[in-house]
């Protein structure tokens, strides 16, 4: 397994495909979450194409590094993801959150290659990844484990019982990225609850923690490949990023947190989005 040394404007090409796939399997599926989906599709590009230990031809090896999509509403990114690096077909995305289909709204492990875990029910991805990690040490195991939060999330209790728990186990091989788009479902995170100093909160619980744009590939994946900011803590990276990015008319509006693209829509946005390409 190695990872990929592709140019950055490649990678920006990447994420930019799959935000137009994001757009087409809402519009076509009526699944909502499409702007909590966009907002973290570089982070993802970063992870799969620059700074995780994976190999698509053998999923399930031991050694590989332990990515937990802990924000399961964002499940369509993580599909369209993991079908850009070749865990199944492209074609597949076509049944995303169809009866019978492979490709549910919230992710579910064994069935397709590359998810680990059920998430979807905020709090519980950092606690599974903390067991894969105490599991990978107990077996002499060197894999990481990167688990991709949503803020809101960070509202959770058992986000914090993990926290404090990673830090007093020194698991220095865990990676908390927190998806900092500043909204929850029904309005800006720091005023349902007072998220911020967030990198502070991370910092007083024990671990090292660093801010990074979430929409710089470049930048998240010389973090992420750096060793971890402390030798014997974990890592948390709050990521700023903007809800709906890459489509002007979602970025920022949290009406697009359930909103699904109509036909009108739907054409605007891939419009917008192909001219992007072409600037």
Excluded at 32 to 43: N, Q, T
Excluded at 179 to 196: E, H, K
């Amino acid at each position: 397994m190695s990872h990929s040394d592709n140019a950055t404007p490649e990678l920006t090409t990447v994420a930019r495909q799959i935000r137009k796939r994001l757009v087409q399997m809402s519009h076509d599926s009526r699944a909502p979450h499409l702007a909590s989906a966009l907002s973290c599709v570089d982070m993802l590009v970063a992870m799969y194409w620059g700074a995780l230990q994976i190999d698509p031809a053998r999923p399930r090896d031991p050694d590989r590094d332990r990515f937990l999509l802990s924000k399961g509403h964002a499940a369509a990114a993580l599909y369209a993801v993991l079908a850009q690096r070749g865990f199944l077909p492209v074609e597949e995305l076509k049944t995303f959150n169809q009866p019978g289909s492979r490709l549910p709204e919230q992710p579910s492990p064994g069935d397709v290659p590359g998810i680990e875990a059920a998430t979807g029910s905020l709090g519980h991805g950092l606690p599974i990844g903390l067991g894969m990690a105490l599991a990978g040490r107990i077996q002499g195991r060197s894999y990481r484990v990167v688990t991709l939060m949503s803020d809101g999330e960070c509202n959770e209790g058992s986000v914090w019982e993990a926290a404090l728990f990673a830090a007093a186990k020194r698991l220095s091989h865990v990676t908390a990225i927190v998806d900092y788009n500043g909204w929850q479902a029904t309005g800006r995170s720091n005023d349902i609850m007072q998220l911020a100093p967030l990198a502070d909160k991370w910092q007083a619980f024990g671990w090292s923690a660093v801010e990074v744009d979430g929409h710089d590939i470049k930048g998240i994946i010389e973090v992420l490949r750096a060793p971890p900011l402390a030798r014997d803590k974990p890592t948390a990276i709050i990521a700023r990023t903007i809800k709906g990015k890459g489509v002007s008319f979602m970025e920022d509006d949290n009406n697009w947190h359930y909103r699904i693209p109509n036909d009108e829509e739907l054409t605007a946005a891939l419009r917008e989005l192909d001219a992007a390409s072409d600037a």
